[in-house]
């Protein structure tokens, strides 16, 4: 997962830029980055860390331009390394372009291995930078043109804000995995992933783009094309469960709201005899909320997070997942202690976060904890830019729910179904649920074998 934001002919680009991606932090943490446009030229600062770390006033101010594009990056295709950051900026025959990138390509290691037998040179390892390459070798003549002709070889899910010397050209791609949205600030075009972070910046007239749309903005000028249309919509039904800030909205549907419907359902699909509804701190609130409102079971914050640790599920490694949790999770003694306790959260990936918080309950003095999940059992890997692990690591994939249960301490354990999911939204059926079903929406033919040819040509593969 990652966040964009751009904005163009407004002279605090950088500040508002800056605000943006710090709205989108929850992200992605590993690295953030600006890039500027200035008579033609593109002058990026990246680091490693969140955007707060990254960008100090003096380094901000290093960006003069009024036109910039910045992103929040976890890796989902690609090594954690500052050589991945984005904003990616190259000088090509076409002129000088940046771009950043939210999503997947299904296709890259196909396209790596087709630019490498063609001679390219490879910086990184993301499949971002494979787009400049080929829109670099596109013989349209036109930057706008190349670019889109670069994108008619990529399969997959991609947001992309490109700065070149007109301004920005945003696109969403034709199944609309991920999010999305334009509106502007003092009457100039900004973009951004979510709602939420146009709003933080004071943006009017939001609006969410259309998958296969592109929106070509310039100091003069807004135009909409409709470059990929026909192809049904499929966004990420996570970004609801998981993914998005609360006060964000997809599709005109509030994620907080959605969030809270599917407690209300989990709470008549899995009831429990409990004194308090506690949630997993913050993925898991308003669903909590929910299920503390439609069992009239109280609803308790008797887990009290450190704002100062990241979120577990998109830290990189194992070893760095296991130690944010006892530093980010304090159970509150007073308020557990001889209690029955719903516990709720979002999802169980491996297990083993979620086996640690019901034992920070138990050791805080809970005499049972039922745990409740606001998604079905996750079973399939993500390819459209959510970095699930290997199946063979999902727990759901290797485990009855009965095993779960005994796995992560609970006293009970309840998912929420998958048609409760989908109906707590809107019961529509513009969504991927492959997380689920493994009905991905794009074909995958041979992706794990070109995962492996591009964990191999970068040397990670054993
Ligand atoms: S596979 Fe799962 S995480 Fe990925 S886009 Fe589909 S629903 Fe979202």
């Given at each position: 997962m990652c966040g964009v934001f751009g904005i163009i002919g407004h002279p605090r680009a950088a500040q508002i830029t800056f605000m943006g991606i710090h709205g989108l932090q929850h992200r992605g943490q590993e690295s953030a980055g600006i890039a500027v446009l200035r008579d033609g030229q593109i002058r990026a600062e990246l680091g490693m860390g969140?955007?707060?770390?990254?960008?100090?006033?003096?380094?901000?101010?290093?960006?003069?331009?009024?036109?910039?594009?910045?992103?929040?990056?976890?890796?989902?295709?690609?090594?954690?390394?500052?050589?991945?950051?984005?904003?990616?900026?190259?000088?090509?025959?076409?002129?000088?372009?940046?771009?950043?990138?939210?999503?997947?390509?299904?296709?890259?290691?196909?396209?790596?291995?087709?630019?490498?037998?063609?001679?390219?040179?490879?910086?990184?390892?993301?499949?971002?930078?494979?787009?400049?390459?080929?829109?670099?070798?596109?013989?349209?003549?036109?930057?706008?043109?190349?670019i889109l002709d670069a994108l008619a070889q990529a399969r997959g899910a991609y947001c992309l804000l490109f700065l070149y010397d007109k301004g920005i050209l945003a696109v969403?791609?034709?199944?609309?995995?991920?999010?999305?949205?334009?509106?502007?600030?003092?009457?100039?075009?900004?973009?951004?992933?979510?709602?939420?972070?146009?709003?933080?910046?004071?943006?009017?007239?939001?609006?969410?783009?259309?998958?296969?749309?592109?929106?070509?903005?310039?100091?003069?000028?807004?135009?909409?094309?409709?470059?990929?249309?026909?192809?049904?919509?499929?966004?990420?039904?996570?970004?609801?469960?998981?993914?998005?800030?609360?006060?964000?909205?997809?599709?005109?549907?509030?994620?907080?709201?959605?969030?809270?419907?599917?407690?209300?359902?989990?709470?008549?699909?899995?009831?429990?005899?409990?004194?308090?509804?506690v949630p997993v701190p913050d993925s898991g609130i308003f669903a909590a909320m929910g299920y503390s409102h439609a069992s009239g079971i109280p609803y308790m914050p008797a887990l009290i997070r450190s704002h100062y640790v990241g979120r577990t599920f998109i830290q990189p490694s194992q070893h760095k997942r296991s130690s944010s949790v006892r530093l980010k999770l304090a159970p509150v003694r007073s308020l557990l202690e001889g209690k029955d306790v719903v516990l709720v959260d979002d999802s169980i990936v491996r297990g083993t976060t979620m086996q640690q918080i019901v034992g920070l309950?138990?050791?805080?003095?809970?005499?049972?904890?039922?745990?409740?999940?606001?998604?079905?059992?996750?079973?399939?890997?993500?390819?459209?830019?959510?970095?699930?692990?290997?199946?063979?690591?999902?727990?759901?994939?290797?485990?009855?729910?009965?095993?779960?249960?005994?796995?992560?301490?609970?006293?009970?354990l309840g998912y929420l179904s998958k048609r409760g999911m989908i109906d707590a939204v809107d019961g529509g059926s513009w969504f991927c649920t492959a997380c689920w079903d493994g009905d991905y929406p794009v074909p995958l033919e041979d992706t794990r074998q070109q995962q492996l040819f591009a964990l191999k040509s970068e040397g990670r593969h054993e």
């Open positions: 969140h955007a707060a770390e990254v960008f100090t006033s003096e380094r901000l101010a290093l960006l003069e331009g009024d036109t910039a594009i910045g992103h929040v990056r976890y890796s989902t295709a690609g090594s954690s390394l500052l050589r991945n950051a984005q904003p990616i900026t190259v000088t090509t025959g076409k002129g000088s372009v940046g771009v950043v990138h939210n999503g997947n390509l299904v296709n890259a290691a196909e396209l790596r291995r087709r630019l490498v037998d063609a001679g390219a040179i490879l910086q990184g390892n993301s499949d971002t930078e494979m787009i400049l390459h080929l829109l670099a070798r596109s013989p349209c003549l036109t930057m706008g043109d190349a969403r791609d034709p199944q609309g995995f991920r999010p999305l949205f334009f509106g502007s600030v003092d009457g100039k075009a900004c973009f951004a992933s979510e709602s939420a972070a146009l709003d933080l910046v004071g943006a009017t007239g939001i609006q969410e783009m259309e998958p296969g749309e592109v929106v070509i903005a310039t100091p003069g000028s807004v135009e909409s094309i409709q470059w990929r249309p026909g192809e049904p919509k499929r966004f990420c039904i996570f970004e609801f469960v998981y993914f998005a800030r609360p006060d964000s909205v997809f599709g005109g549907i509030s994620v907080a709201q959605a969030c809270h419907r599917m407690g209300e359902t989990l709470a008549r699909e899995w009831p429990a005899a409990a004194d308090l509804v309950l138990k050791h805080a003095g809970a005499r049972t904890v039922h745990v409740r999940i606001s998604c079905p059992p996750t079973k399939h890997s993500c390819y459209y830019g959510i970095d699930t692990p290997d199946p063979k690591e999902l727990i759901a994939n290797n485990m009855t729910i009965d095993r779960i249960r005994d796995f992560i301490g609970a006293d009970s």
